[in-house]
């Protein structure tokens, strides 16, 4: 996995889909020490907000054919501004619960 521009405040990832990806996705949100906000949940998406100092962000999972694609960006209409890597240090702390269980493929790209 290559994850490259952190100062950005928009990132992406795609890992392998299978059931027990989405299903650690779902864990790893519903057992943190973090109380998320659940926008949107369903079989195939779940959206959360997740509390920040300044800008909430907000965490998009999708199952697509072959991939769980995530998605993370800040908040309002100030998005396009830099967050101090905290979108960064989110999307790769997934990824590092992930790779416990599953193999990531394609690569973290800002966006």
């Known amino acids: 996995m290559e994850i490259t521009d952190f100062l950005e405040s928009r990132h992406k990832l795609n890992v392998e889909n299978s059931d027990e990806n989405w299903n650690r996705i779902i864990d790893l949100t519903e057992k943190s020490?973090?109380?998320?906000?659940?926008?949107?949940?369903?079989?195939s998406v779940l959206k959360i907000e997740i509390p920040r100092k300044l800008f909430d962000s907000i965490l998009l999972a999708e199952k697509k054919e072959n991939v769980i694609r995530l998605k993370i960006e800040k908040k309002g209409i100030l998005k396009f501004l830099p967050d101090n890597a905290e979108n960064y240090a989110t999307l790769k702390t997934v990824v590092t619960e992930l790779k416990t269980t599953a193999n990531t493929c394609n690569r973290c790209t800002s966006r």
Do not use: G, P
């Open 33 to 43: 020490l973090i109380k998320y906000k659940v926008l949107e949940k369903s079989d």
